[in-house]
């Protein structure tokens, strides 16, 4: 299995900040990499796929960047609507593993 | 716009199967390029992959439940099911179906970009 490290796992940030979460594949997933947010009792919801393409409907303040085992999503101007969980997820091979996730908190 | 909905058993009993249905609307299961599985979050805790059915029918399965799991379709109805054997405690969770795009269709984003309500299920006697 690959295995999905991100960091850090908890992170205090205020609003109009910029933030980066890292995540770390224990080997090589192309560019095959997907970033989630999750709000608490929420659904968790696509972001950017492949790596640095957003998803619909996604504030171009969300970023996404790497390739081979290190990626980076990054976010600008800090909204309060993006206090949540974000979550790596590497599509590359079978089983489909998720990072432990990163809570984002409002310092 | 497509939808997922989750229905079945919110209590299981130990050592019980858990079973699971979802119903989609709005797309069919048949389309090609396309996962459709279950994914499960226990209470306060990460995402874990369970398995998926490709549109062809072909399953994959995480290979730490791969023993006691089963996903099937039924394209008559639009829906596609979850099955777990023998649970415990540790199998509560609130299970999500969801689609996901496969990495080798370029017409489809490949990651999950649709998912279900969740419906959490208890395993307790």
């Known amino acids: 299995d690959i295995l999905m490290t991100q960091s850090p796992s908890s992170l205090s940030a205020s609003v109009g900040d910029r933030v980066a979460i890292a995540c770390r594949a224990s080997?090589?997933?192309?560019?095959?990499l997907n970033w989630y947010q999750q709000k608490p009792g929420k659904v968790p919801k696509l972001l950017i796929y492949?790596?640095?393409s957003l998803q619909n409907g996604v504030p171009s303040r969300f970023s996404g960047g790497g390739s081979g085992t290190d990626f980076t999503l990054t976010i600008i101007n800090l909204q309060p609507e993006d206090f949540a969980t974000y979550y790596c997820?590497?599509?590359?091979?079978?089983?489909?593993?998720f990072g432990q996730g990163t809570r984002l908190e409002i310092k | 716009q497509l939808q997922l909905h989750e229905s079945g058993p919110g209590l299981v009993k130990p050592s019980e199967t858990l079973s699971l249905t979802c119903t989609v609307s709005?797309?069919?299961?048949?389309?090609?390029?396309?996962?459709w599985g279950w994914i499960r979050q226990p209470p306060g805790q990460g995402l874990e992959w369970i398995g998926n059915?490709?549109?062809?029918?072909?399953?994959y399965y995480n290979p730490s439940l791969k023993s006691r799991v089963t996903i099937s379709m039924d394209m008559s109805k639009n829906q596609f099911s979850l099955e777990l054997n023998f649970v415990t405690a540790a199998d509560t969770a609130i299970y999500y179906c969801?689609?996901?795009?496969?990495?080798?269709?370029?017409?489809?984003?490949?990651?999950?970009?649709?998912w279900g309500q969740g419906t959490l299920v208890t395993v307790s006697s």
């Open positions: 080997e090589s997933i192309s560019n095959y």
């Open positions: 059915i490709f549109y062809s029918g072909t399953t």
């Open positions: 709005g797309g069919s299961i048949s389309s090609s390029g396309y996962f």
């Open positions: 492949a790596t640095s």
């Open positions: 969801a689609r996901r795009g496969s990495r080798t269709n370029l017409l489809v984003v490949p990651a999950i970009d649709y």
């Open positions: 997820q590497q599509s590359y091979s079978t089983p489909i593993t």
